[in-house]
């Protein structure tokens, strides 16, 4: 056949919002364990719902291949996964009285900046001022980008900090959503896709 109907897929960890919500579950786990009651409710629903954001990824990817559909629908359910545990994050500010950083606060871009820097970038007036330690990160960036901040400050930084990850993940999903649905427009399905390649096949053998 002069062209195949299962495109190439299951390339998820080159996917900029699978790379985020990995360090979003790796954080939420760390906190959860640090901050919140094991034996809760709370506990597990925070974890779930990050490896939710994580999972349905992966699982979405790997169904591209033969289902758009599905595809777009587990996508749908990561990002959704992620708005439940922003709440949570939030309910854990608002209960306590914290403060929860503007989005054009120096604090929140500094952990945009963050996920920029190059290996070597010396880490110096955090999230709260404080210097940390010169030592390189690994590029691109993983949840060690962000465990010396993560492991070291008070949970109401810790929180706004992971707050800001599941902002960044979501806007990468939300494109990446927006991307699906334009290419499914463009090129349909698997459906329309073997009915291509079998049409393409029938003029390879007349000609």
């Known amino acids: 056949m002069s062209q ?14 699978y790379r985020k919500a990995e360090i979003v579950y790796d954080a939420t786990v760390w906190f959860c364990n640090r901050y919140v009651d094991r034996r809760s409710r709370t506990h597990d629903q925070m974890v779930q719902a990050a490896r939710s954001g ?29 708005e439940e545990l922003l ?11 914290k403060p929860r950083w503007e989005k054009d606060s120096k604090e929140a871009a500094y952990v945009r900046r963050l996920g920029r820097q ?50 960044q993940a979501n806007y990468l999903l939300d494109r990446q959503l927006s991307q699906l649905e334009t290419a499914f427009l ?10 291509r390649a079998r049409l393409q096949e029938r003029n390879r053998q007349r000609s």
């Open 4 to 17: 195949g109907f299962i495109p190439p897929h299951g390339g998820y960890r080159n996917l900029l919002s």
């Open 54 to 82: 994580k999972q349905n990824i992966i699982e979405g990817s790997q169904a591209s291949g033969t289902s758009k559909e599905t595809e777009i629908k587990l996508t749908n359910v990561a990002r959704a996964s992620l």
């Open 87 to 97: 709440a949570d994050y939030c309910d854990f500010l608002r209960v306590r009285g």
């Open 118 to 167: 190059k290996p070597g970038t010396d880490r110096t007036n955090g999230t709260d001022g404080k210097r940390t330690s010169p030592e390189s990160h690994p590029f691109p960036e993983s949840y060690a980008t962000y465990k010396p901040f993560i492991e070291t400050r008070p949970p109401e930084v810790v929180a706004n900090i992971i707050i800001c990850l599941i902002h």
């Open 186 to 195: 463009q090129e349909g399905g698997l459906r329309e896709r073997m009915t």
